[in-house]
DNA sequence: TTTGACGACCGACCGTCGGTCTGTATAATG
DNA sequence: CATTATACAGACCGACGGTCGGTCGTCAAA
């Protein structure tokens, strides 16, 4: 086979950018090493010049993706005229698309992020983009905190469960998805939106503001997602 | 190797109970099937004979867990003279002993459950029990909404919740006993103290019950855990 | 232009692991 | 006692993650 010869950075990208195709696709546990390298066109010695182990595949994945996902909210942080329930309502709506950018891919992320073999990714992808985004969410809450307008002792811990909470949905969601036949359509997405729904008001209760305070939501989402393929 | 028969149902047994304790011990993946048959003093033949893949005993094992779980908790439910917080509290207390029966216990358990190497473990026995938890809190809930005390639209997806809740805290605790050094023993017992108390807020605002309704921990039980060893 | 060192890359090879298969000893059945 | 079914043994296999000695492109110094 031929020698290509390329920066370590590109080549890095090339492989983790085959491999996360092929994560999603199959799994992490059903994709071999060499299905990588055949993808990237490299060789196994290629391949381990720049990873010691397949293991350091998923790391890295994961820490590019819940890097982009600060990056997508990082203005709504930096927006000095917002207050805390602005703000917050804005984060919630942006970080919907942690894993996703419009329904469509919201719903093909979730058709394969979900499935059982891809247990280990998800895991891994929820605790990097949780582990990222506490602090965020802890400096939201706490400048609610301190205009008086959320009610919580412990911000850290509040943002935490939030986005447990959060993970939670995505979970009943999945399940949701996954037990849905075409004629039950219409009764899934009502399902869905009633838990969307329910969610912004365990939300609520949780920071002390009166229900309906916080959209996980806006309207029609649901059904954006659930009718896409 | 001389040859030892058994009923089928014994030897089960004896391999779940081996295979178990290896898993506990370095995790599932580091863990082969001829460590398990080794251990359980069986062949190759002998294990599959049992169990068709190893990934069986993966099942076999949290619903072997979740079900002493539910078999934990049935008192609490079937007692008719309580009323639904009481039955609430009752089943928190019980339910902590989930993966565990006494303190040092349950700090052991930890110690070990939420090492990196043993995630698919612990992602299988928390969807385990909360797939065998959730029917049981739905109930509790529905009735407690029937009395007229918990104010909550959907008692299954609160339950749901709440059961995520739980785990949230969980993986808070073993973070913080992660990063503790024994000389900051005393700080983390404050920290997690105050977060299980949170916990029980969250859970009373989610249920529309006033403040400090719900309990956690009894007192103590936290230092109890950190202290052990 | 030559040279030489360094880093990117190749691919044969290895040990281990999950799983299969053939065969055998024991228990159940008639 | 004959026969069938069940529980088990252990040699074996293919695939996988990972290693290793070596090769080749690149670029700077001579």
Known sequence: ??????????????????????????????TTVNDVIAKVGISKGGFYHHFTAKEDLLEAITARLAQ?????????????????????????ARSRSMKLADAPKFRAAFDVVFRPENLVLYHRINAASIAVMRPVLTRIIAQGK???VFTVPD???????????NASTHDAVARTIEAMGTSEEEAAIEALDQRFQFQ???MDRILGLP????????PGFTRAVMTAR
Do not use: C, W
């Not at 911000?155 to 909470?165: D, F, G, R, V, Y």
């Open 68 to 92: 982009d996902a600060v990056v997508r909210v990082r203005d709504i942080l930096d927006d000095p005229a917002l207050s805390a329930l602005e703000r917050l309502n804005g984060f919630m």
């Open 211 to 218: 229900d309906g305070s916080l959209t996980i939501v806006e």
């Open 155 to 165: 911000p850290e811990a509040a943002a935490e469960i939030l986005l447990h909470l």
């Open 146 to 148: 301190a205009e008086g």
């Open 1 to 30: 086979m031929p020698r290509v010869v390329k920066s370590a950075d590109d080549r890095r990208n090339e492989i983790l950018d085959g491999a996360q195709a092929l994560f999603f696709e199959r799994g992490y546990e059903r």
């Open 200 to 202: 912004g008001i365990v």
